[in-house]
């Protein structure tokens, strides 16, 4: 084979396997406009594109996505304070699925990493390795990853998402010995990563797994064609969260859900019938009672 066709071949595989590892559709930003010192945006556009390429060219879905499957998240790091290489901030995190259908979207996750911490060296590679913590940042990024695949894949399939939480885990057990906040057991509250992961580990709590699931494909995937049908499934797999809350209020996956959900679940309800209004004002006021008023809402539109 002459030279030329040999290079061509290298090109081709070269772009298949790019192709191949792209699993997610991810917007990352990185924003240090509260550094009041920080006069070197390159240096923060530098590291944006850095995690853009570290997701992208690494493979983190068991399956072959098409590129319509891909995951759609966003990954919005806000910087807060820098001290040289240290830097730390906020994180929030998106997570969006298509519904079945329709043209419209539905948010699983949307919340705020309250404290994220790591080290970022000018010119250094972004290492990442599934059975040790190389680096602060890409263990952060991975864990997020693959919580985004846990919950996509739950709510296509019952306990779909088992593999990627695994991962999760598995990544806050490398962190427990990292000076840096977030991944342990004796942190203030209760609502860090490694709550988190306890909540969607733990079986007492097995539930919201099929909440996911009925919520999302027996619930909204089949409104577009029987909206009474898939509105009753989402009543019951709400009266699944309640029944998780009866045994430990205050979960942050809980309060996770409800951030995400809660004003979907006011539109879907607002065409619902009276005792349907009822159960559904009841319930989401004793699972998310800090925002108990925004349910009221449900009730403001003319009864069927």
């Known amino acids: 084979m002459k030279m030329k066709n040999v290079m061509v071949l290298i090109l081709l595989l070269a772009g298949t396997l790019t192709a191949a590892a792209q699993d997610f559709q991810c917007s990352v930003s990185v ?6 010192s920080s006069t070197n945006q390159q240096r923060y556009r530098d590291l944006q594109q850095k995690l853009y390429s570290f997701i992208q060219e ?7 996505l098409k ?21 730390k901030g906020t994180m929030t995190v998106v997570l969006q699925r298509p519904v079945y259908k329709t043209n419209y979207k539905t948010t699983l996750l949307n919340f705020q ?40 894949f739950d709510s296509f399939s019952l306990n779909g998402g ?18 840096e906040h977030g991944w342990n057991v004796g ?30 494909r027996l619930g909204l995937d089949v409104m577009s064609e029987s909206p009474d049908a898939g509105r009753a499934v989402i009543m019951e797999s709400l009266r699944l969260l309640q029944q998780v809350n009866a045994q430990k209020s205050g979960l942050a996956i809980i309060k996770i859900i409800c951030a995400a959900k809660g004003d979907e679940i006011v539109n879907i309800f607002k065409d619902g019938l009276p005792s349907e ?3 559904v ?10 925002n108990s008023s925004r349910y009221d809402a449900i009730n403001s539109s003319s009864s069927k």
């Not at 924003?31 to 009041?36: C, E, G, K, L």
């Not at 994220?116 to 991975?142: C, H, K, M, R, W």
């Not at 004002?281 to 800090?290: A, G, Y």
């Open 31 to 36: 924003n240090a406009n509260q550094i009041s």
């Open 113 to 152: 990493d309250k404290k994220i911490q790591f080290t970022y060296v000018d010119g250094d590679p972004l290492e990442y390795s599934d059975n040790l913590n190389l680096n602060q940042l890409t263990s952060l990024i991975a864990y997020y990853l693959n919580l985004f695949l846990a919950v996509e």
């Open 58 to 64: 690494r493979k983190w879905c068991q399956y072959n």
């Open 187 to 216: 942190e203030s509250g209760q609502s860090n990563r490694y709550w988190i992961m306890e909540n969607l580990t733990n079986s007492t709590y097995s539930k919201i797994h099929d909440f996911y699931y009925q919520y999302h």
């Open 67 to 87: 590129t319509n499957e891909r995951i759609e998240c966003a990954l919005q790091i806000n910087l807060t304070e820098v001290s040289g290489d240290v830097m």
């Open 281 to 290: 004002v009841n319930i989401m006021k004793q699972i998310d009672p800090s």
């Open 277 to 279: 209004k009822t159960q």
């Open 162 to 179: 088992a593999p990627y939480l695994n991962k999760c885990q598995s990544i806050v057990n490398l962190c427990q010995s990292s000076p």
